[in-house]
């Protein structure tokens, strides 16, 4: 069987500061008026998407993994390193922290670290994030913690549509309400909460915690990852490339008219924002359109895309 580029069902999930946006923007059949994230390519066993085309409909990429390794990588994958998310902020997302990749393997069953970034792919007007924190030593930390000096300890940071954060490990982050976010991330599923607004779900219970772990993971001082992007003309499409870390590299694609391509040694995760395009291979043709998330395989050889889009793409590292 050659390779041919994957669309995704999303796998999506209810939260409590989850909204409709998802429905409105990208018209998502949501299960609830508190629809929080859509995981639009995802492997890890909290949200599996499945495959929406070809011959490999409804199979997941744990299943393709097995079957076509070479599609991935040059070597077996023991997991699919990578997690793509949309997430609906309808309300503020609690202040919290994830581990990295020693850490969560003692403490969390053998999961991955997970360092994240964000592309804003909506904000309403006054929309803001949690980016970091003030404290100089892990004991003004712990203090200014058990204190709830929060408006002090807490740095915040205006945002708006087109935005790009890079959060690796020990960050301690937020989203704020009235933000629609593309995440990509480490395929790992471990959050810890610091500070969750005292809120209560339904059934009147407070969220759980996680302070002993928060102080341990945290990185104090917090130093913030200043990004520079570079941005790169290809004829009809331009490439602003944000990052190129060290679990994954990050970009944005804007194209306006037909740009040939190959796919180099390595896959790629490519999620369509706005408009949409034809993209042809050797083999057959695909209409992608704003909402839609592909995986384009390493083997797949040379293709094209023609049309009118804004995607942003992840891929791994050389």
């Not at 508190?34 to 199979?59: C, F, L, M, Q």
């Not at 000096?149 to 807490?154: F, K, P, R």
């Not at 679990?247 to 949409?276: C, P, Q």
Request: include cysteine; glycine fraction near 8%.
């Amino acid at each position: 069987m050659n390779a041919y580029p994957l669309l995704f069902t999303p796998s999506y999930h209810e939260r409590i500061w989850g909204g409709t946006r998802l429905r409105t923007l990208f018209d998502y059949p949501i299960p609830s008026e508190s629809t929080g994230e859509a995981w639009v390519i995802s492997d890890h066993p909290n949200g599996r998407s499945t495959v929406a085309n070809g011959v490999y409909k409804g199979h997941t990429i744990q299943d393709l993994l097995q079957k076509h390794p070479d599609w991935f990588a040059d070597h077996p994958f023991e997991r699919f390193p990578l997690l793509v998310k949309l997430l609906d902020a309808c309300d503020d997302l609690s202040v919290q922290v994830h581990p990295d990749d020693e850490f969560a393997s003692l403490y969390e069953n053998g999961e991955l670290g997970k360092t994240e970034c964000w592309y804003i792919v909506h904000a309403e007007p006054g929309a803001e994030i949690v980016y970091g924190h003030t404290a100089k030593t892990k004991e003004e930390l712990a203090e200014m913690m058990a204190q709830g000096q929060w408006d002090e300890l807490l740095v915040r940071v205006p945002v708006r549509a087109g935005d790009f954060f890079y959060i690796p490990h020990g960050t301690i982050h937020a989203l704020g309400k009235g933000i629609v976010v593309l995440e990509t991330q480490q395929n790992s599923d471990v959050t810890y909460r610091a500070f969750d607004y005292d809120r209560v779900d339904p059934s009147g219970r407070k969220r759980e915690l996680h302070v002993d772990k928060v102080l341990q993971v945290t990185k104090v001082p917090f130093v913030k990852k200043d990004i520079k992007a570079k941005i790169m003309d290809h004829g009809s499409l331009r490439i602003t490339h944000y990052l190129q870390g060290p679990y994954f590299s990050a970009e944005k694609w804007e194209l306006s008219g037909n740009h040939e391509e190959r796919s180099k040694d390595r896959f790629i995760l490519l999620s369509v924002l706005f408009g949409s395009a034809r993209l042809q291979w050797s083999e057959g043709e695909l209409v992608i359109r704003k909402g839609d998330h592909v995986l384009i395989p390493r083997t797949l050889g040379p293709y094209s895309l023609s049309g009118d889009l804004e995607a942003f793409v992840s891929y791994l590292p050389e």
